[in-house]
């Protein structure tokens, strides 16, 4: 179980949830400002309306007003009453409360049949200067209900005569008021620029300026600001009180004396839309918080189970059902390694095993190996890689204890084997300590280095990684990436090492050896680069170059006029399995115009250990188009007589090995024997490695001719060959 995932995964979820919560509570109040906004929006709408509908109705009386009174100026005989009588029937029409007439001296004779003394009041004395008015609101007689009155000046000969007067009671303006907003729970009122109620709804009726709260320590500061702005001619809005309830108002000018109107809306509107709202986002929350909860439960749990199945595939064998390789790399620690060493341990030729046996019994061996190694050695720790690739970690106090360890496991195998429990087979192990190295790549890789080194040797089942294996696979790195520059440099030479007849002394053939020159003019030891490229399969090229080589300098040679001698060319036993050589060869022969008898291939006796049938169709192939096939190195451990029975080699070359033992009283009767085997085979035997004058006598008595060695002549460089064999074509 993964707890930083875990824990990655709750804390991601959590963000999100209050993200979400985040994101429902921002949306409420950007609905609410928007609600609030959108109230105020229809708010001013309304007022407007309300505004121009105030207007309509007042300029509409004033406009019949002037008319009348027009009429009346065009009248020749002018009579008060008259006209009183007249203005009943407008009173009924236009739905005034009277209409009158005030002559110059001040006196009003109205419908209702007063006459009222006015000369004292402003609007009769503005009115006598000619303004048309409509006066503040005032009570009637009665004290029941407001009223306002229209004041239209009556002319004569250009002079102001008389006053028509028209009184309009003030709730005649709310009915113009009373435009539906706000699903009918809005109003509006008038007030003058003193903050005294013109026209009002039934919800203020009969309360004073007082009865609004504008003095409540809540709204006082709003009232004050509306007063400002109301003597400023400016418009805003206001929050205040009646009988309890709270209200948003916007308020502007009517255009008619110093009148504002007022547009209300109860703040339990704004706030029963907001709550609605607010409830309706809450059940929403809920019900996405509940299902991103479900869903997050879900998610959590799938990617637990997916986890581990992941988990499973990638830190757990498929075959052994156990922890891999790739769980090790995952839980490596630095300060694990004190007294523990890794192993990389896989079965010799295991490809080998799989296409003879068949991959069922590849997979039971590998389950045997690894059940084996937690048998003996139930302490440490074995995880697969891949194929018969195994990866362990052994712990130890020295390093005699990791050896016993090992050796125990390989008997195990050993018994087993002899048992008949398992089919045949061998085991490499490479080991490198884990202290001193923070990588286990690393480590890993050093043990790779070290098993490789014993691959392929039988007798040696593990191997230590230390300094001096890692400057030789440096090296050999070195060297294979080196390669290709080399032959495209030419840097490879062949220098040649002539055969004698020891009886005359004479060059009868010589064998091409190379060397390697590399851009500094320093020799490499074919030692040091030729197990490298035979391990890489890069011999198979070399070996091509060396022929082209071989095959110009017998060119060159003959162009000089110099007698050649036979000259032996080494192949890698690889070739045995590029049969298309034989082609190659047969191609070079031709276009160098060398003759086959000038040729002779040799093979090393480590060759016999592969497939014999493929090796004798290689030698017969060579047969074939001529050439002479010698063994090479005869005598370093593979030799049997049924080798030398079962290949139709032509000579044998006798290994420096035994030569440097004559003198030896079983060796001498060893070579001894060789020798006259060869020649029952009618067989040449050629010796290897000769250096001294005992040698050249032993071998002459018993009746091998051929030598090849440091008392005869040493490697020589291609010019130096060249000089020697016309040397001895001037002295015959």
Not at 615 to 643: K, P, W
Request: charged fraction near 30%; hydrophobic fraction near 35%; aromatic fraction near 12%.
């Amino acid at each position: 179980f993964n707890k930083r995932l875990f824990l990655s995964h709750v804390i991601l979820l959590t963000i999100i949830l209050l993200s979400i919560t985040y994101f429902a509570i921002s949306y409420v109040e950007r609905m609410e400002e928007k609600i609030e906004n959108t109230t105020k929006a229809t708010l001013q709408l309304v007022s407007s309306q309300n505004v121009k509908a105030i207007q309509k109705e007042v300029f509409s009386k004033q406009e019949f007003l002037k008319v009348v009174a027009e009429d009346m100026e065009t009248e020749e005989r002018f009579d008060i009453l008259d006209n009183i009588k007249r203005f009943k029937k407008y009173v009924r029409n236009y739905e005034f409360y009277n209409m009158g007439l005030i002559n110059k001296d001040g006196i009003c004779y109205t419908t209702l049949d007063e006459t009222l003394d006015l000369h004292n009041y402003d609007y009769f004395k503005r009115g006598m200067k000619g303004e048309v008015q409509i006066s503040q609101s005032y009570k009637s007689e009665d004290k029941k209900m407001d009223l306002n009155i229209y004041i239209v000046p009556v002319y004569k000969k250009h002079k102001v005569k008389m006053l028509l007067t028209a009184t309009y009671a003030s709730d005649k303006f709310l009915e113009r008021l009373n435009i539906a907003s706000f699903q009918g729970i809005g109003g509006s009122f008038a007030v003058n620029g003193i903050g005294k109620l013109v026209a009002h709804s039934k919800e203020i009726e009969g309360n004073s300026v007082d009865g609004l709260n504008w003095n409540d320590k809540e709204f006082s500061q709003s009232f004050e600001s509306m007063m400002s702005n109301i003597k400023e001619e400016k418009v805003g809005y206001i929050e205040y009180h009646v009988n309890e309830k709270e209200y948003l108002g916007f308020y502007e000018p009517v255009g008619i004396n110093d009148w504002y109107l007022i547009s209300y809306v109860p703040k339990n509107y704004i706030d029963k839309n907001v709550n609605e709202l607010t409830k309706e986002v809450r059940i929403i929350s809920v019900v996405i918080i509940i299902a991103f909860c479900v869903f997050s439960g879900l998610w959590i749990l799938y990617s637990f189970l997916y986890q581990r199945g992941v988990n499973n595939r990638i830190f757990y064998d498929s075959l052994t059902k156990e922890k891999n390789y790739e769980y090790l790399k995952h839980a490596f620690y630095k300060e694990d390694s004190k007294n523990k060493s890794l192993i990389a341990l896989d079965i010799d030729k295991f490809k080998i095993i799989n296409m003879m046996y068949g991959l069922n019994v590849g997979d039971q061996m590998l389950l045997y190996l690894y059940g084996t190694f937690k048998e003996v050695l139930p302490k440490d720790i074995l995880y697969r890689n891949k194929a018969d690739e195994f990866v362990g970690i052994i712990y130890h106090e020295t390093k005699q204890e990791l050896m016993d360890k090992l050796e125990l496991l390989n008997q195990k195998i050993q018994e087993d084997m002899k048992n008949n429990k398992i089919y045949h087979m061998t085991i490499s192990i490479g080991v490198c300590a884990l202290e001193g190295y923070s990588s286990l790549q690393r480590i890993y890789g050093n043990a790779i280095i070290a098993k490789n080194q014993i691959k392929g040797n039988t007798n040696i089942v593990y191997n230590f990684f230390d300094d001096k294996l890692k400057e030789n696979f440096i090296e050999c790195g070195r060297m294979e990436s080196k390669f290709e520059t080399a032959l495209g440099n030419e840097e490879f030479e062949v220098w040649y090492q002539p055969k004698y007849n020891m009886e005359n002394e004479k060059i009868v053939s010589a064998e091409a050896l190379v060397r390697w020159r590399d851009e500094s003019g320093h020799l490499i030891s074919p030692g040091k680069f030729i197990p490298v490229f035979e391990k890489n399969g890069q011999i198979i090229r070399l070996d091509e170059e060396i022929i082209k080589i071989v095959y110009n300098d017998l060119r060159e040679a003959k162009e000089f006029g110099i007698q050649t001698v036979p000259v032996s060319i080494n192949l890698s036993r690889l070739h045995l399995d590029c049969p298309e050589f034989i082609q190659k060869i047969e191609q070079l022969t031709k276009e160098y115009g060398i003759e086959p008898c000038e040729i002779v291939f040799e093979i090393t006796e480590s060759a016999l250990l592969g497939d014999k049938e493929s090796l004798n169709c290689f030698i017969e192939g060579l047969h074939r188009l001529g050439f002479q096939v010698d063994m090479d190195d005869y005598g370093t451990g593979v030799s049997s007589l049924d080798s030398l029975s079962s290949f139709s080699f032509d000579t044998i070359k006798l290994d420096k090995s035994f030569i440097d033992n004559i003198g030896n009283k079983k060796m001498d009767i060893v070579i001894k024997s060789t020798i006259k085997m060869t020649k029952d085979l009618d067989m040449e035997i050629i010796a290897e490695g000769v250096e001294t004058k005992e040698q050249v006598k032993f071998l002459l008595e018993n009746d091998c001719l051929i030598a090849q060695g440091f008392y005869y002549s040493k490697p020589l460089k291609k010019e130096q060959y060249f000089l020697k064999l016309k040397e001895i074509k001037e002295k015959k």
